[in-house]
């Protein structure tokens, strides 16, 4: 079964994208935890978590940074938090690696992405 990232960039399920190339979309957290949350999101649904993105495909993991911080100086000051759930225990619950880009205060008592 298809992750809900891989439904979104198939445009099965509509979201608010902000970004997209060939490997990349990034979208609208649609619980966002900061006045900027977006989530930036590799397009193929192989890597699981950012450990095996890095062992896998380190040259997308970069390209996925890049993304994010171009994203935070056009909808934000630049200055950001990159987050990457690694794990249930973590507060994955999304597993098809994506990196939570945050800016500004995170919500009170909030911080399950």
Known sequence: ???IFTRIVEREI???IVFENDRIIAFKDIAPQAPVHLL???KTE????VV??????PA????????SQKLATEQANGEFRLVFNNG???????FH?????LSGPITEGSLGF
Do not use: I, R
């Open 52 to 57: 095996e993105l890095a062992a896998g495909d």
């Open 40 to 42: 930036v999101v590799p």
């Open 1 to 3: 079964m298809s992750s």
């Open 14 to 16: 509509p979201a608010d």
């Open 46 to 49: 192989q890597y699981a978590n």
């Open 60 to 67: 997308l993991l970069a390209e996925l940074v890049a993304v």
């Open 97 to 101: 690696v994506h990196a939570h880009v």
């Open 88 to 94: 249930p225990s973590a507060g994955q619950t999304v």
